[in-house]
């Protein structure tokens, strides 16, 4: 152990062991015939946030619910803190806290009574009133769960997750439906939870929360991770900036491309979508305005932007991410 | 980081803090699971409140019983032999124990199944042996509740308990325990495959018959041939074992705490095996 300062400090309370806290490999499942997840590996170190990011039916959902012991893999092995999620479910379960995409709560039960009740569970939980307050559900403690918005019932399933103070926890979508103050206080929470040496994993199709709380991301789609790293390691695999374009498909970019200074890359990743990524300077915009108006190519949305995610995403895919 | 991807702006980050968070520390892991007593008296009770915050429920196990039994014993439209309230007492009461245990049951199972409750509970710490045993002692409970207003009700119709009350308790916990277990049985077969509208109108339309032919309003003598039959019934078991009991003052046949002891095995085997938790 040296002194210095590291980038990126191990949190407080960080378990000394270096053992993973999951780890998928080649994990299969089938629906009938459908393949819902196609082969899936991925490590999940302790005390950080992991997000699986992509888009609705990637599989994100059956992998989190066989890590948790819901559902039996087709194929493949599932450690969770070294534990086999089905067979060794009750040693497991205490352990973790899971947010599911839905529902999960009594539609009779009040808010208040329901994050009492599972609090209850825990040998040693959080103050389940203190952390209705942190949600902003005291006011709606004693509201029956079917009366709450969506957006209540989110925060509430997130409350259900953290109360017992798991280890890891799993949240699948946390912040679908909610507005973005209680967005942002679900980000907060969920630094928090790193901050205190608790592992996240959660799956996101939103690329800047991903960007913003994941220290390491998988992008998922059709059941396999097709790209895994940190989001800086991801999105400058390519290059920091972009130049971005639509135009009628199927134009022909060798012209583009002999005009381009060494190192930058022309490419049209979906149809219509054109993409020139590399060292973005002035001058590239204009060779590539040039290089239009020779073909009488009237381009539209035409930007310079910083490369996310979601570049990274439709390059790997051909597709665009938000559904 | 504060433009995001989309171009939305973060608030600052202090400004919309709700200022409960208690600093580092506050969710450092301490997991562990609760000790097993502790769990089982929270979900009972839980399940309790619910079952008795639930209208069509209270109404189904307490409101319609009272009224069937203050109806049948004070007007003469049913045909029965001996003292009217000796023979309504046990057999609404077998009814209250059916809709507790069965109707009840199986509704409130099959929508918390629907609205993916058991599913959620079933990734918490909680061990599922110890919901659905929640789930049978709030019924539990319920029944007690049933058999001291039904008793009391009763008593102020002129019921006349008969036996040698040692044996004649005894018998009765039997019975309803039997009863009870053979109901619950029932309950989660249907709630555990079917989906939740079907399991409403399963649940519901099965309670009317067994009303019907179960020896609970009308003495099965009434049925000529089709006796036998529905004899078998667990219905008719318990309604008949306590009839026997408490009207007759004998000791309950064995035959009918067979007939309830095989419903219970076959439905709560069958229900382990076939119960989909989501």
């Not at chain 1, 507005?179 to 928090?192: F, G, N, V």
């Not at chain 1, 608790?198 to 998988?218: N, Q, S, Y």
């Not at chain 2, 409101?63 to 029965?80: D, N, R």
Request: glycine share 10%.
């Amino acid at each position: 152990m040296s002194d210095a300062v590291l980038a990126d400090p191990p949190p407080s309370g960080a378990p000394s062991t270096a053992e993973p806290a999951v780890v998928v490999d080649g994990l299969v499942r089938r629906y009938g015939e459908r393949v819902a997840v196609d082969g899936l590996s991925l490590t999940v170190p302790r005390a950080r946030v992991f997000a699986l990011l992509g888009p609705n039916g990637a599989g994100k959902t059956t992998t989190v619910e066989t890590c948790v012991g819901l559902r039996r893999p087709t194929g493949g092995s599932v450690r969770v803190l070294g534990l086999d999620p089905v067979r060794e479910t009750d040693d497991l379960r205490p352990r973790i806290g899971v947010m599911l995409q839905s529902g999960g709560v009594y539609q009779g039960a009040r808010c208040g009574e329901m994050l009492r009740l599972v609090a209850s569970y825990a040998a040693d939980p959080l103050d389940p009133d203190r952390l209705l307050e942190r949600l902003g559900l005291a006011s709606l403690a004693r509201t029956p769960y079917r009366r709450l918005s969506g957006g209540q019932q989110q925060r509430l399933s997130l409350a259900m997750a953290i109360v017992g103070r798991p280890e890891l926890v799993f949240l699948d979508e946390p912040t679908v439906g909610l507005d973005p103050q209680a967005r942002h206080e679900t980000w907060r929470i969920i630094e928090s939870l790193r901050r205190d040496g608790v592992t996240v994993l959660l799956t996101t199709h939103h690329m800047d929360e991903a960007e913003r709380l994941a220290d390491h991301v998988a992008i998922v789609d059709h059941g396999r991770v097709i790209a895994s790293g940190t989001p800086g390691e991801l999105i400058r695999g390519g290059a920091d900036r972009e130049v971005r374009f639509r135009a009628s498909p199927g134009v022909p970019l060798d012209g583009l491309r002999s005009r381009l200074p060494a190192g930058t890359v022309a490419t049209e990743p979906a149809p219509g979508v054109y993409v020139v990524a590399g060292a973005v300077d002035p001058a590239l915009v204009a060779s590539i305005a040039t290089w239009c108006a020779e073909r009488d190519l009237l381009v539209e949305g035409l930007q310079v932007k910083h490369r996310t995610l979601e570049d990274v995403f439709l390059e790997l895919t051909g597709r665009e991410l938000r559904a | 980081m504060s433009a995001t991807a989309t171009g939305r702006v973060d608030p600052d980050d202090g400004a919309a803090m709700t200022g409960v968070d208690a600093g580092p520390g506050t969710f450092a892991p301490r997991p562990g699971r609760a000790p097993l007593t502790r769990m089982v008296a929270n979900q009972t009770r839980m399940e309790l409140v619910l079952m008795m915050r639930n209208a069509e429920q209270v109404m189904l196990s307490l409101i319609v019983p009272i009224g069937l039994l203050v109806v049948c014993t004070t007007v003469s439209f049913i045909e029965v032999d001996g003292d009217r309230a000796d023979f309504f007492v046990p057999g609404i009461l077998a009814l209250a124990i059916m809709s507790a245990a069965f109707t009840s049951q199986a509704i409130a199972t099959g929508f918390d199944r629907h609205y993916g409750v058991l599913k959620r509970l079933g990734a918490t710490a909680l061990p599922r042996s110890v919901l659905l045993g929640a789930k049978t002692l709030a019924v539990l409970a319920i029944e007690a509740m049933q058999i001291v207003v039904l008793c009391s009700v009763g008593l102020a119709l002129g019921w006349t308990p008969s036996g040698e009350p040692l044996t004649a308790v005894l018998s009765v916990v039997a019975l309803i325990a039997l009863g009870t277990a053979a109901f619950c049985g029932m309950a989660f077969l249907l709630a555990g495959t079917l989906r939740a509208m079907t399991t409403l109108a399963a649940a519901n339309i099965i309670w009317f018959v067994l009303l019907g032919v179960g020896g609970i309003a009308f003495p099965l003598s009434e049925f000529g041939g089709a006796q036998g039959l529905f004899e078998l019934l667990p219905t008719a078991a318990l309604s008949s074992g306590l009839r026997t009991v408490l009207a007759d003052g004998e000791v309950v046949p064995w035959h009918l705490l067979l007939t309830l002891g095989l419903w219970a095995v076959v439905t709560l085997t069958a229900a382990t095996a076939t119960f989909r938790w989501e």
